[in-house]
Nanobody, 123 residues
Framework: QVQLVESGGGVVQAGDSLRLSCVAS????????VGWFRQAPGKEREFVAA????????NIADSVRGRFTLSRDSARNSVSLQMNSLKPDDTGVYYC????????????????WGQGTQVTVST
């Protein structure tokens, strides 16, 4: 029903920047809550940020607040995650997730998931 595709990952050095993109298809983008999560091997998926279709402000995790920002481009059906001042602890697989019936920061709330894009930050 809803398909999500992430892109923009790569290998960078500490202090560099990356911009991830999540493109959605199959449902009206304006009503889709989009969340970003990341996961390291053997660890639980960690909430990063979420963009809501309501007037609710974007939710940014404390661990990335001040460094990561979201932007929503309805014309292109996409949500971008701008990541600045990257640290080695930011390394992981970043997933784009979507939900039509609610919003929040828990990954269990999201129904649709992209394939993930690898972000590696070297020292």
């Amino acid at each position: 029903q809803v398909q999500l595709v992430e892109s923009g990952g790569g290998v960078v050095q500490a202090g560099d920047s990356l911009r991830l993109s999540c493109v959605a298809s199959g449902r009206p983008f304006s009503r889709l809550t989009v969340g970003w999560f990341r996961q390291a091997p053997g660890k639980e998926r960690e909430f990063v940020a979420a963009s809501f279709w309501t007037n609710t402000p974007d939710n940014i995790a404390d661990s990335v607040r001040g460094r990561f920002t979201l932007s929503r481009d309805s014309a292109r059906n996409s949500v971008s995650l701008q990541m600045n001042s990257l640290k080695p602890d930011d390394t992981g697989v970043y997933y784009c997730a979507g939900e039509l019936e609610g919003y929040g920061i828990a990954h269990q709330l999201y129904t649709f998931w992209g394939q993930g894009t690898q972000v590696t930050v070297s020292t």
